[in-house]
């Protein structure tokens, strides 16, 4: 009975932040030490003995105009779908603002900003760096009948005290409902730092429930069913290179393929950055142009490395990134305790090995970094997030 009750919860779900639920691999510390162990693994098979199904080496990733189409950018239109559902079924208990919490590649603005479409509610520009650094309120939203939308909570507040005064003064007035009605998508790693700076009310927050293996599985299937449907074909085979056994076979959690299940512990439950492995997991054997009627998801996770040696200047740099959800060049200063120059040298280091990434100027930890990121700081001891 109870795994029906599972099965038939639906894909995607918002809840309290509270509620959320890891995977329930992530929380032993067999599933880091499995993961670790990937590179023995293909030398040695995935049992004594055994051989894997395909030789990794002899497979080629996926090129990019094949993934485009096999594996597309998230919609998230369904979340924001689930997001109004959840502030429905609060009804009259919902607070004046919403903050949807989210993982830094687990769609939490791109949510929101769904949501702003389906409702009209209006969306907030991002506050220009001089009125962060002035300390202003980053956000100054007007009255609207169908609310307003900040998809970025990060992008309004530098880790200083003037900066961080002026969103100080924003989330009070908010949070009390001087504001109207709004929703506001926030980073993770935003939201615990500054629940730890400004002792920020929980009751607000609300998140995606954590996509276990069996809701990962779901997702994927159908993508790949909805991506062979655009061709008017069959949907490929997609088979682990270790087994030889199919990766989206349908079923609750119990059934679901051991690549799926510790794909969504290793990823926390996070489908945004699930999505970005998957992607760079795909593989085939035939020559370039064909469509086999059969892929293979490698074992190897393609994972940016940090060096041996982290210095604690990178580190520095790579909490501020997080706590930020990225930042632009020239305000590395105003969050470092060392030079620009020195900053953006520590960062192109790191950019050769993956590690992190630059977009028109503004500086983020890579999807593929990320966990590597995480564990590093968290055996430093440094504030993490919660998710």
Request: proline letters at 7%; aromatic letters at 6%; hydrophobic letters at 45%.
């Amino acid at each position: 009975m109870a795994q029906d009750e599972k099965r038939e919860r639906p894909l995607w779900e918002v809840v309290p932040l509270e509620e959320r639920e890891l995977p329930r691999a992530s929380q032993a510390s067999q599933a880091r030490r499995r993961w670790q162990a990937l590179g023995r693994w293909l030398t040695l098979g995935s049992e004594a003995g055994e051989e894997p199904a395909r030789d990794e080496a002899q497979l080629e990733r996926l090129p990019r105009v094949r993934l485009a189409n096999l594996a597309p950018p998230i919609d998230w239109q369904p979340g924001a779908l689930a997001l109004a559902h959840h502030l429905a079924e609060s009804g009259e208990s919902v607070a004046p603002v919403t903050l949807l919490v989210g993982a830094p590649a687990d769609g939490h603005a791109e949510l929101v900003e769904a949501w702003a479409r389906l409702n009209g509610a209006r969306l907030l520009l991002e506050p220009a760096a001089g009125a962060l650094l002035a300390g202003e309120m980053p956000w100054l939203p007007e009255p609207s009948p169908h609310g307003w939308v900040i998809p970025r909570l990060e992008r309004g507040f530098l880790r200083q005290a003037t900066a961080l005064s002026g969103l100080r003064n924003f989330l009070e007035a908010a949070l009390t409902g001087r504001l109207g009605r709004g929703v506001i998508g926030c980073d993770s790693w935003t939201w615990t730092y500054l629940q730890h700076a400004l002792a920020l009310p929980e009751a607000a927050a609300v998140t995606l429930q954590a996509f276990d293996g069996a809701r990962l599985t779901r997702y994927l299937a159908a993508t790949t069913r909805a991506a062979a449907a655009r061709t008017a074909g069959e949907p490929p085979a997609i088979l682990a290179v270790g087994s030889g056994e199919p990766v989206l076979a349908d079923g609750d959690e119990a059934s679901t393929s051991r690549e799926l299940r510790e794909l969504a512990a290793h990823c926390r439950g996070q489908l945004g950055l699930a999505w970005h492995y998957w992607r760079a997991r795909l593989c085939d054997e035939a020559p370039e142009g064909e469509s086999p009627d059969t892929l293979w998801l490698a074992e190897s996770l393609d994972e940016a490395t940090l060096p041996g040696e982290v210095g604690e200047e990178s580190v520095l740099l790579l909490h501020a990134l997080l706590l930020h959800g990225g930042l632009d060049e020239a305000l590395l200063p105003e969050v470092l305790p060392f030079s620009h120059a020195r900053a953006l040298s520590g960062l192109r280091q790191l950019q050769r090995r993956g590690v992190v990434s630059c977009d028109a100027g503004r500086w983020r930890v890579a999807p593929l970094g990320y966990m590597s990121v995480r564990r590093l700081l968290e055996e430093r001891t440094y504030l993490v997030d919660a998710l």
